[in-house]
């Protein structure tokens, strides 16, 4: 397959060599992909695998490797299976979805496993597993920052994960590590469109390409939000 579209002849001369292309960016990496057999991470895999890289996906029950990324020590036996890598990209995470009054402390503390712990175990565990200028990618969406109406556990998460994102990168350079941070999928408005009212959606492909900014680029400490 191959790695980048064919420019025209005239757009050539404004191409980068081979050498500068070395050093912008990292082909075929390796990739560990959680998440990976989901609405966006089949979208993200598709998008990175199409540039040459390879994944390797993780799900509970689908997937290259079968682990629960809440679960520390199955995280730990992922990163052993899957030998050296190059980067992390993650699109799991589940929170609960009600109203305040109807919330208990442990649906919150649930949103919090879902979603902020198994991630930041990635990274925590992941440091010392994947590349020395490697990078993670974490999820999290616009409830962060605009929150609706039973949202409250996910607007927690979210920015529990955003703000972890911003204190690592000060610490795992040149590691990188960077979030995104999408509204509805275009794709996903039958499912969860009526909590978006009004929301401007995101197509898939929109969030796969910050992704591959994540990845091949050389940002972190960054909150790509989307649509831009
Ligand atoms: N859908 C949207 O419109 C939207 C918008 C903004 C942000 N997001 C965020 O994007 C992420 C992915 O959403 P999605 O719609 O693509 O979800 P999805 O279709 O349900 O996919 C989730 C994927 O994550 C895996 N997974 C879930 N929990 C896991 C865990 N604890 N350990 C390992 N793998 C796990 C699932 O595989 P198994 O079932 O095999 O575990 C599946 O492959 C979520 O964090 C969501 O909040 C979604």
């Known amino acids: 397959m191959p790695r980048r579209a064919q420019a025209s002849p005239e757009h050539d001369a404004l191409r980068p060599s081979p050498q500068v292309r070395k050093c ?7 990739i560990l992909s959680v998440g990976g ?3 966006l991470g089949t979208a ?3 998008t990175l695998r199409a540039r040459g890289h390879e994944l390797l996906t993780v799900g509970r029950k689908s997937g290259d490797f079968q682990a629960d990324m809440t679960d520390p020590t199955e995280v730990g036996r992922v990163f052993d299976e899957a030998g050296p890598l190059d980067a992390v990209v993650s699109a799991a995470g589940s929170v609960p979805y009600k109203r305040l009054t109807e919330m208990t402390p442990e649906d919150y503390l649930s949103a919090y496993r879902g979603k902020v712990a198994g991630q930041i175990e990635l990274v925590r565990q992941g440091t010392s597993r994947i590349a020395a ?3 993670f990618t974490l999820i999290t969406g616009v409830l962060s920052r605009e929150p609706i109406v039973t949202g409250s556990a996910a607007a927690l998460a979210n920015g529990a994960v955003e703000s972890f994102v ?3 990168a000060l610490e795992i350079a040149p590691q990188r590590i960077n979030a995104v941070s999408p509204t509805v999928f275009t794709e996903s408005l039958d499912q969860y469109g009526d909590f978006f009212p009004g929301y401007p959606p995101v197509p898939l492909a ?3 390409q910050a992704y ?5 680029g050389g940002e ?3 909150i790509f939000r989307l649509p831009v």
């Open 24 to 30: 912008l960016l990292s082909d075929n990496m390796r």
């Open 220 to 222: 972190t400490g960054k």
């Open 166 to 168: 911003l204190a690592a």
């Open 206 to 208: 929109e969030a796969a």
């Open 44 to 46: 993200v895999g598709e």
């Open 212 to 216: 591959v900014r994540s990845v091949e």
């Open 133 to 135: 200028r490697g990078s």
């Open 37 to 39: 057999t989901g609405t």
